[in-house]
């Protein structure tokens, strides 16, 4: 498969997060190779969108997600785990989209060596910490390049996804801004995750076909 060009990432966060939509996220783990095909994904702007990292401005932290577009934004949540996010936008403006769940398309015998804990193949990357665990992520792949051929963590492209089949809704767990529909997802895939919401929002707000 052919690597996806960080052109098609140096774009709104909206765009880039529906490009996302059915590529696949490949890393190199002691086990072996392990790939998953982007099911469910969030949005996070700059100076604009208060749930995000970048909201005030650029620090050590969250300085992957002002660019350049294609290179991973991992943090650590909880105390407990990591998550993953792809830079996009132009360089010096600030965006990133999570990854919050895939479906494995490489072999399932190592993915479930890796991800013990999981009873079936759906809940292996059915959330974020789970996506990134099973990739084996953690703060030294943060800035990693996924253009990059060399890379130990690569963004493998593939044909958009026909529209039909997104969906979107608000993101899940935000306390700001939750009402914003950044969230989306592949309709039928039963590795999207369960929405919960954050502080502040309704427990009704669902998906919507778009």
Known sequence: MTLLDREELATDVLLAAERLLGC?????????????????????RGADDPASHSFRGRTARNGV??????HLYVYFIYGMYFCANISCLREGEAGAVLLRAGEVVSDLAVAHVRRSTARRSADLARGPARLATLLGLG????????????SPV?????SPVDPALVRSGPRVGVAAAHELPWRFWLDGSPAVSPYRPGRGASAGQLGSER
């Open 24 to 44: 696949t996220v490949e890393a190199d783990t002691p086990e072996g190779t392990v790939a998953v095909r982007l099911v469910e994904v969030e949005a996070y």
């Open 65 to 70: 997600m002002f660019g350049p577009a294609g």
């Open 139 to 150: 703060r030294e792949d943060n800035g990693v390049d996924l253009t990059d051929p060399g």
């Open 154 to 158: 690569r963004l493998l492209a593939a």
